[in-house]
């Protein structure tokens, strides 16, 4: 297995800075970036129809890295998961999918299949006060046009979400559950099987969508365990894979359901003048309209084979909890420090969000990289509605946001936590 210091030779950018800021994007190391230029270089091609044996590999390794990103990051078949440009796109994905029952031709008729939902009066779907834009903006979109009811649950005790608080909100009217694996503001890590499972036990109907974008790449996930109905994530955060990439994973049984949000070449399996047919071979298939983004879904597949196998996701899991425990024990007793999220290291990630009395947040970022080349985050974070909740967004601006990755240095800690020290005494 890698170790920090090899994983950071095939990183030239992090000897030039003390990245902090992994939550936003992580960098792509270079066997990541050879497997893309490999496409580009030996087997550049598009992928469905070439009858020359190039094609044919670009059809080969294009499913290569769908099987890699599905088996090694979420434990899927490849047939139930649906390669998207992140997170954000396979929210909307699913959304546009309960909105828009299946469009195609079924038995020489052309027409809407059984939705997935039958939205009546009175339904409700239910998110949380934690989520980033991306897992509430799409469900309050949706909550309009079928007219459900949005409604929003905080978090419970050291800001984890609690499987109690969802068996006590939802009821049989609730259609659609969405919350976070990992928050990107808090890190805190959420006990996401028992929460689908407390909510398939009031109403095994409901449908369960689970934000992931701080989850494959850090930890093991495995979404048959965890038992939701969608599971999505972006490639450029945990994986290390590059940006513009990401995965959905959907339940066996839905995907084949499913309207794709986009029609077009590649996912079709007829077309005549005023109807058309949707392929049926490949369920995840149907949501490949038009050229795809070939090379970062080949980046992808092998960002999956480097934090799986290469590093190995316990290890990674492992180091960064201990890298967050070490800064927040550095600086928690610092004068007019504030650290938000679970106060126990097991139940956080590699994330710690701080303030400093006196200080806007975008203030200490500013300082940290000027004086000391430390790169962190600063602001709401996508998380308006979770500022608001912790009062620190008129006070602060939001909140800093020190996120660290396997790759980051003892060393690296040492001097973040010196650079606090001088901050805080100015």
Same mark, same amino acid.
């Given at each position: 297995?890698?170790? #920090?210091?090899?994983?950071?030779?095939?990183?030239?950018?992090?000897?030039?800075?003390?990245?902090?800021?992994?939550?936003?994007?992580?960098?792509?190391?270079?066997?990541?970036?050879?497997?893309?230029?490999?496409?580009?270089?030996?087997?550049?091609?598009?992928?469905?129809?070439?009858?020359?044996?190039?094609?044919?590999?670009?059809?080969?390794?294009?499913?290569?890295?769908?099987?890699?990103?599905?088996?090694?990051?979420?434990?899927?078949?490849?047939?139930?998961?649906?390669?998207?440009?992140?997170?954000?796109?396979?929210?909307?994905?699913?959304?546009?999918?309960?909105?828009? #029952?299946?469009?195609?031709?079924?038995?020489?008729?052309?027409?809407?299949?059984?939705?997935?939902?039958?939205?009546?009066?009175?339904?409700?779907?239910?998110?949380?006060?934690?989520?980033?834009?991306? $897992?509430?903006?799409?469900?309050?979109?949706?909550?309009?046009?079928?007219?459900?009811?949005?409604?929003?649950?905080?978090?419970?005790?050291?800001?984890?979400?609690?499987?109690?608080?969802?068996?006590?909100?939802?009821?049989? +009217?609730? +259609?659609?559950?969405?919350?976070?694996?990992?928050?990107?503001?808090?890190?805190?890590?959420? #006990?996401?099987?028992?929460?689908?499972?407390?909510?398939?036990?009031? $109403?095994?109907?409901?449908?369960?969508?689970?934000?992931?974008?701080?989850?494959?790449?850090?930890?093991?996930?495995?979404?048959?365990?965890?038992?939701?109905?969608?599971?999505?994530?972006?490639?450029?955060?945990?994986?290390?894979?590059?940006?513009?990439?990401?995965?959905?994973?959907?339940?066996?049984?839905?995907?084949?359901?499913?309207?794709?949000?986009?029609?077009?070449?590649?996912?079709?399996?007829?077309?005549?003048?005023?109807?058309?047919?949707?392929?049926?071979?490949?369920?995840?298939?149907?949501?490949?309209?038009?050229?795809?983004?070939?090379?970062?879904?080949?980046?992808?597949?092998?960002?999956?084979?480097?934090?799986?196998?290469?590093?190995?996701?316990?290890?990674?899991?492992?180091?960064?909890?201990?890298?967050?425990?070490?800064?927040?024990?550095?600086?928690?007793?610092?004068?007019?420090?504030?650290?938000?999220?679970?106060?126990?290291?097991? $139940?956080?990630?590699?994330?710690?969000?701080?303030?400093?009395?006196?200080?806007?947040?975008?203030?200490?970022?500013?300082?940290?990289?000027?004086?000391?080349?430390?790169?962190?985050?600063?602001?709401?974070?996508?998380?308006? #509605?979770?500022?608001?909740?912790?009062?620190?967004?008129?006070?602060?601006?939001?909140?800093?946001?020190?996120?660290?990755?396997?790759?980051?240095?003892?060393?690296?800690?040492?001097?973040?936590?010196?650079?606090?020290?001088?901050?805080?005494?100015?």
């Amino acid at each position: 297995m890698l170790s #920090p210091e090899e994983v950071r030779e095939d990183i030239p950018f992090l000897k030039k800075y003390v990245y902090f800021d992994n939550g936003a994007t992580t960098p792509v190391p270079r066997p990541v970036q050879e497997a893309m230029l490999g496409y580009f270089n030996d087997y550049l091609a598009n992928i469905e129809r070439g009858a020359y044996s190039v094609a044919h590999h670009a059809d080969e390794m294009y499913e290569k890295a769908r099987e890699n990103a599905a088996r090694l990051l979420l434990n899927a078949s490849p047939e139930e998961f649906i390669f998207t440009r992140n997170l954000t796109q396979g929210a909307n994905i699913v959304a546009y999918a309960l909105e828009h #029952p299946l469009l195609t031709t079924t038995n020489e008729k052309f027409g809407p299949q059984e939705p997935l939902i039958k939205w009546e009066e009175g339904d409700r779907i239910i998110g949380t006060v934690l989520e980033h834009h991306s $897992n509430t903006m799409p469900w309050i979109r949706l909550s309009v046009r079928v007219g459900a009811r949005f409604e929003i649950v905080p978090p419970g005790e050291d800001m984890l979400l609690s499987p109690d608080i969802f068996a006590e909100k939802v009821d049989r +009217k609730t +259609k659609l559950v969405v919350f976070q694996h990992v928050s990107n503001a808090l890190g805190s890590i959420h #006990p996401v099987k028992e929460i689908t499972r407390a909510i398939k036990d009031v $109403n095994p109907e409901c449908l369960v969508f689970v934000d992931g974008s701080q989850g494959p790449g850090h930890m093991p996930v495995d979404v048959k365990e965890i038992g939701c109905d969608f599971y999505g994530f972006s490639g450029h955060k945990g994986p290390l894979g590059p940006q513009g990439t990401g995965g959905l994973y959907v339940r066996e049984g839905l995907i084949e359901k499913m309207e794709p949000m986009e029609v077009g070449g590649g996912m079709m399996a007829d077309v005549t003048e005023n109807t058309y047919k949707i392929r049926a071979d490949r369920p995840a298939k149907k949501f490949d309209a038009g050229t795809p983004n070939i090379v970062g879904m080949i980046g992808l597949g092998r960002a999956a084979e480097y934090v799986a196998k290469d590093i190995g996701l316990e290890n990674i899991d492992g180091r960064e909890r201990f890298l967050a425990g070490k800064i927040i024990e550095g600086i928690k007793d610092l004068p007019g420090i504030e650290i938000y999220g679970p106060a126990k290291l097991e $139940n956080r990630g590699g994330v710690v969000a701080f303030n400093v009395e006196g200080w806007r947040c975008h203030d200490i970022s500013a300082a940290l990289d000027q004086e000391w080349k430390i790169l962190t985050r600063s602001g709401h974070h996508c998380c308006l #509605p979770l500022s608001r909740y912790l009062g620190i967004l008129e006070k602060y601006g939001g909140s800093a946001r020190a996120s660290v990755g396997y790759y980051n240095l003892e060393d690296e800690v040492k001097l973040f936590v010196e650079a606090m020290e001088t901050l805080t005494e100015a």
